[in-house]
Nanobody, 114 residues
Framework: QVQLVESGGGLVQPGGSLRLSCAASRTIFSFIAMGWYRQAPGKLRELVASISGGGFTSYADSVKGRFTVSRDKAKNTVYLQMNSLKPEDTAVYYC????????WGQGTQVTVSS
């Protein structure tokens, strides 16, 4: 069983920044890809950003140029750097690991509000 633990969420003003972390209980290179998803109240969960085992990254159009996904092999951790945050970025953010099975973290709340 794989455990994913997210951290770094919180309350931030519009235009601010946050960095989310997703720590995995085993090497992240054992997964096909790692992804960040978010779910706002009343909305479906959506893919925000992902990074493949080979390091290829992809982003939702709504966050391109503002969010950056990265990883630290030594720490088995994937990050989501979020800049120029907007109120519409408010959601619970989840980390997902895709391999022979899919694994999800518990989520971390991000609130963008003045």
């Amino acid at each position: 069983q794989v455990q994913l633990v997210e951290s770094g969420g919180g309350l931030v003003q519009p235009g601010g920044s946050l960095r989310l972390s997703c720590a995995a209980s085993r090497t992240i290179f054992s997964f096909i890809a790692m992804g960040w998803y978010r779910q706002a109240p009343g909305k479906l969960r959506e893919l925000v950003a992902s990074i493949s085992g080979g390091g290829f990254t992809s982003y939702a159009d709504s966050v391109k140029g503002r969010f950056t996904v990265s990883r630290d092999k030594a720490k088995n951790t994937v990050y989501l750097q979020m800049n120029s945050l907007k109120p519409e970025d408010t959601a619970v953010y989840y980390c997902k690991a895709t391999g022979t099975s899919d694994y999800w973290g518990q989520g971390t709340q991000v609130t963008v509000s003045s």
